[in-house]
């Protein structure tokens, strides 16, 4: 029972770390706008502040979930039994021929 919460929580922790991974691009997305704007004086399109809205909220609403789905099955490091344990047969390691 021990390692299933600390899978758990390893999935969660990866869920929160992806949001945050996600808010610091966004977030540095951001400031290069305000740079571009402000202080190059560049004129950006209309269009380019809808695009960036609705990439960052396409971002927060879908990128958890996929994290998740992944944590729950294990393809994420520290949420499932590690795949050389889990599957197939012990594999006895052999030593080279000594040559003489």
């Given at each position: 029972?021990?390692?299933?919460?600390?899978?758990?929580?390893?999935?969660?922790a990866?869920v929160i770390?992806?949001?945050l991974a996600?808010?610091?691009i966004?977030?540095?997305?951001?400031r290069?706008?305000?740079?571009l704007?402000n202080?190059?004086?560049?004129k950006?399109?209309a269009w380019?502040?809808?695009?960036?809205?609705w990439t960052?909220?396409?971002?927060?609403?879908?990128?958890?979930?996929a994290?998740?789905?992944?944590?729950?099955?294990?393809?994420?490091?520290?949420?499932g039994?590690r795949?050389?344990?889990?599957?197939?047969f012990?594999?006895?390691?052999s030593?080279p021929?000594?040559?003489?």
């Amino acid at each position: 029972m021990a390692s299933t919460t600390r899978h758990l929580l390893a999935g969660i922790a990866w869920v929160i770390g992806s949001l945050l991974a996600w808010i610091i691009i966004c977030n540095a997305i951001v400031r290069l706008f305000m740079y571009l704007v402000n202080e190059r004086q560049m004129k950006l399109p209309a269009w380019s502040d809808t695009v960036f809205n609705w990439t960052g909220i396409a971002g927060i609403v879908l990128i958890p979930p996929a994290v998740a789905i992944l944590a729950i099955r294990a393809y994420l490091p520290g949420t499932g039994k590690r795949p050389s344990t889990s599957r197939g047969f012990a594999v006895e390691h052999s030593q080279p021929p000594v040559a003489e």
